[in-house]
């Protein structure tokens, strides 16, 4: 079993589409933020890439603020944002715009952004 297929077997998905899968492992089966890895796979390249400490504090940092400051459910976060799969496409290519981009925005600001995309989508939804 390569180290890819251990990972994809063992990790917690996060959120899995047509492209792309994001996991979570635990370290010795400890839940502790610090010893959880977060990975990206890239199903069309079949690519493992895990999250360095950088990002893996910006996402942190941009689901703690929709949930604390913006209200949304852990749910709605991974159901009614595309913060999962724009981490997904911007980790798949680290050396491109896209990732550029979205990194360059503080988690805060990336957070509210966020929310009012939801707003939005839950307002067009009930109309």
Partial sequence: MTRTEAILNKGQTLFEDKSYILLWTKFLGLSLLALTSYYVYDKQKKLLIKLNGREKAYLMGVSYYL?????????????????????????????????????????????????????????????
């Fill in 67 to 127: 949930t604390n400051q913006h209200g949304l459910s852990p749910r709605a976060v991974i159901d009614n944002t595309g913060l999962f799969k724009d981490v997904c496409r911007a980790i798949a290519d680290r050396n491109g715009g896209f990732y550029k981009n979205f990194f360059s925005e503080n988690s805060k600001d990336q957070a509210k952004n966020y929310a009012a995309q939801t707003y939005r989508k839950n307002k067009n939804g009930k109309d």
